[in-house]
C-alpha cells in the first residue's frame, strides 16, 4: 500500500531518470520545462523517484522564461493510472533556465501547497552544463520552512527499462548519499 | 447524492492516509463540508474561514473545473467524482 506520506528526509532517483530531466532542461532551453515525479516512499521519509512525466508549461509563452504551470488535469490522468500501482506522484520538477536551482519567492509559495512532496530543480547557473540539480520540500506546519533534502544512492541492483509515459521516460542514477536498499520501498501490486 | 472525493497523495496526511472518501450533498459546497467532518485539517488547507475556496485551489467534478461551472454551488451527481487539486506552479517575480 502507498505510504502515508510523512516527513521528506531524503530523496534518490535512478540514472535515467536524471539524465531525462536533464535532456528536458536542456530542450527547453531559455524556457522553465516541468513535469511530475513519480516514484515510491520508504517508511523512512526518503523518496525513491523511479520515473518522470514530462508536462507542458502552460504559463503563456512570453511568461514561460520565468514561470511555470502544471496543467492539474495532467496530474489527476497520472494518479489515476498509478491507482492499481505502487507508485504515486511524489512530486514535480522544474528548470531555472540561467538561475541557482533553489526555490523562488513564487516556487515556495506553490511549495507550500504541496506538504511532503519533493520539488526538484534542475538550474543552469550562468550557463553552466550541466545544470546542478537540488531538491527542495517544505514542510507541512504552520510557518513551516523551506529546507534542502539531502541525496541519497538509489537501491543497488534496481532494474528497469526504460518508459515513455506519453513522453515521460523512466529509468535509474547515482546520487552522493547512501545507498537506498530496495526493501525499504513497497513494491509489487497494490491490493484493491 | 454519494460522490467521491479524491486528494492526491501530497494531502493524504491530511485524510487519515485516504486519498478517496465518500460525501454525501447536493452541491460542492455540501460535499467539501460533509468531507471537512471528518477531516477538519484537509478543509483548513482548501477552504478560508469563510468556507470560500483558498486562491490556486482548484477543484474538479468529473475532470470539469468547477470555476466553469458555478464554482461552489456546482450541482453534484450520485457517483460523482470530485478532485481537489493545488495549483502546480511556480517562477520568478
Same mark, same amino acid.
Given at each position: 500500500m502507498i505510504r502515508t506520506p510523512s516527513r521528506v528526509t531524503g530523496w534518490a532517483w535512478f540514472e535515467e531518470v536524471g539524465d531525462a530531466v536533464v535532456a528536458e532542461a536542456r530542450a527547453a532551453a531559455a524556457e522553465e520545462a516541468c513535469g511530475l515525479l513519480v516514484g515510491r516512499r520508504s517508511a523512512e521519509g526518503v523518496v525513491l523517484v523511479t520515473s518522470i512525466v514530462p508536462t507542458p508549461n502552460t504559463e503563456p509563452p512570453e511568461r514561460r522564461r520565468n514561470r511555470f504551470m502544471i496543467d492539474p488535469l495532467r496530474l489527476l490522468e497520472v494518479e489515476k493510472s498509478l491507482? %492499481? #500501482? %505502487? %507508485?504515486? @506522484? @511524489?512530486g514535480f520538477y522544474h528548470t531555472h533556465p540561467d538561475s541557482e536551482p533553489v526555490p523562488s519567492p513564487v516556487d515556495r509559495r506553490f511549495m507550500e501547497?504541496?506538504?511532503h512532496t519533493v520539488w526538484v530543480i534542475a538550474g543552469f547557473t550562468r550557463? #553552466?552544463?550541466p545544470p546542478r540539480i537540488r531538491a527542495w520540500c517544505r514542510d507541512p506546519e504552520p510557518g513551516g520552512s523551506v529546507r534542502e533534502i539531502p541525496r541519497a544512492d538509489p537501491p543497488t541492483g534496481h532494474v528497469r527499462g526504460a518508459r515513455r509515459d506519453s513522453g515521460g521516460v523512466t529509468g535509474g542514477a547515482k546520487g552522493p548519499g547512501r545507498v537506498l536498499n530496495e526493501a525499504e520501498f513497497p513494491s509489487g501490486k497494490r491490493k484493491k | 447524492m454519494s460522490v467521491t472525493v479524491r486528494v492526491p497523495s501530497a494531502l493524504r496526511k491530511l485524510t487519515h492516509g485516504r486519498g478517496e472518501l465518500e460525501a454525501e450533498g447536493a452541491t460542492v459546497r455540501d460535499v467539501l463540508a460533509h468531507v471537512g467532518r471528518e477531516n477538519p485539517d484537509l478543509l483548513a488547507r482548501i477552504t478560508e474561514e469563510g468556507g470560500e475556496l483558498r486562491q490556486f485551489l482548484n477543484v474538479f467534478v468529473n475532470g470539469t473545473d468547477i470555476r466553469y461551472e458555478k464554482e461552489l454551488e456546482t450541482p453534484v451527481s450520485e457517483g460523482d467524482e470530485v478532485s481537489i487539486v493545488p495549483s502546480i506552479a511556480g517562477g520568478r517575480e
Open positions: 491507482r %492499481e #500501482s %505502487e %507508485e504515486e @506522484v @511524489v501547497l504541496w506538504p550557463g #553552466s552544463e | -
